[in-house]
């Protein structure tokens, strides 16, 4: 299985941007997505998730200005990126908990999309 991020870049303060991470591979079935994001010199924190059943979760700090969303049919996670702030830039990151035919089940991460935001 792999996980494949896109849709970072450089933005203006109070901009937007759309993230996507889409998994490729053999798999029975994909339950939680998530965005962790990771600030320079800082650990690694869960922004967003949704699960399954389409419920979702967001960080303090991004509520009310960014939208996760899943598309199951093409095993794809979204984040909908609004009123950005210099303190959103980071390396967004993807994490998918994906089971296996085999019936266990594991994290897999995507290789990160950087995301900066000028002031």
């Known amino acids: 299985v792999q996980l494949q991020a896109s849709g970072g870049g450089l933005v203006q303060g109070g901009g937007s941007l759309r993230l996507s991470c889409a998994a490729s591979?053999?798999?029975?079935?994909?339950?939680?997505m998530r965005w962790y994001r990771q600030a320079p010199g800082k650990q690694r924190t869960l922004v967003a998730s949704i699960n399954s059943g389409g419920t979702t979760n967001y960080a303090d700090s991004v509520k009310g200005r960014f939208t996760i969303s899943r598309d199951n049919a093409k095993n794809t996670v979204y984040l909908q990126m609004a009123s950005l702030k210099p303190e959103d830039t980071a390396v967004y990151y993807c994490n998918f908990y994906i089971s296996n035919w085999f019936g266990t089940s594991r994290d897999f991460w995507g290789q990160g999309t950087l995301v900066t935001v000028s002031s």
């Open positions: 591979g053999n798999m029975a079935a994909i339950h939680a």
